[in-house]
């Protein structure tokens, strides 16, 4: 089963690169979450979006930009990377927000220098 | 925004003693959620309430849903070496603006000592 899947799981940019992180869920769940993880920090929501083509501003959204444009997937785009954003990603799902399990996949591990 | 406050932020304990974590949040939540992670991989679901007041159990874990739906409580009886985590309550949005917003909080990191 693959349930949520993050691509890629490493990646190493340099300050004012770009890239796109992808989530993948193959449960057809309405929500889909982005959150990075930082140590003492817990996880911070960055985006989150309550179903295809919609898209909304959780905590820490700065510096990062999302979209849905398939249900399945909810990329997550760094315009111009910075060391401040060097930490864990992790993607979610959930079928809808009524309290149904949330599936997290196993995290992305961004690093800029 | 919403915040979460859960405390202890770590713990200390002897193999065999109970646990008690809490959260509190300034926000009323509609379901409670309490995870834990293990190094390097992502948060798995150990128990989720859906009701003010709700009291629930998994094994030897015990999870309550708080009356004013502003906090939640999870204790371990009997820890062993393998509940060694880091814990983290979330709460998902009631509505309006929140609605579908899942908010964590800080964590709470776990050793026993065998």
């Known amino acids: 089963n693959a349930g949520v899947t993050q691509t890629p799981k490493f990646r190493v940019l340099k300050t004012g690169q770009s890239m796109t992180l992808l989530c993948a869920q193959d449960m057809n769940h309405e929500y889909m979450y982005w959150y990075r993880q930082d140590p003492g920090m817990g996880l911070r929501l960055i985006h989150y979006?309550?179903?295809?083509?919609?898209?909304a501003k959780g905590e820490v959204p700065d510096g990062y930009n999302v979209s849905r444009l398939k249900k399945q997937n909810f990329l997550l785009g760094l315009e111009s990377a910075a060391p401040s954003q060097t930490s864990v990603y992790f993607c979610?799902?959930?079928?809808?927000?009524?309290?149904?399990?949330?599936?997290f996949g196993e995290g992305s591990w961004l690093t800029v220098v | 925004g919403q915040q979460l406050n859960q405390s202890p932020q770590s713990m200390f304990i002897q193999e065999g003693e109970d646990v008690s974590m809490n959260c509190t949040s300034s926000?009323?939540?509609?379901?409670w959620l309490w995870y834990k992670q293990d190094p390097g991989e992502g948060p798995v679901l150990l128990i989720a309430l859906y009701k003010a007041g709700e009291l629930t159990s998994n094994g030897r874990l015990t999870a309550q849903f708080g009356i004013t739906r502003k906090d939640s409580f999870l204790n371990i009886s009997a820890s062993i070496p393998s509940d060694v985590g880091i814990y983290f309550c979330a709460g998902l949005g009631a509505g309006g603006t929140s609605y579908g917003k899942l908010t964590f909080g800080q964590g709470t990191i776990l050793t026993v000592h065998p």
């Open positions: 979610a799902s959930s079928r809808r927000a009524s309290g149904n399990t949330i599936y």
């Open positions: 926000s009323i939540f509609n379901t």
């Open positions: 979006s309550v179903g295809e083509g919609t898209t």
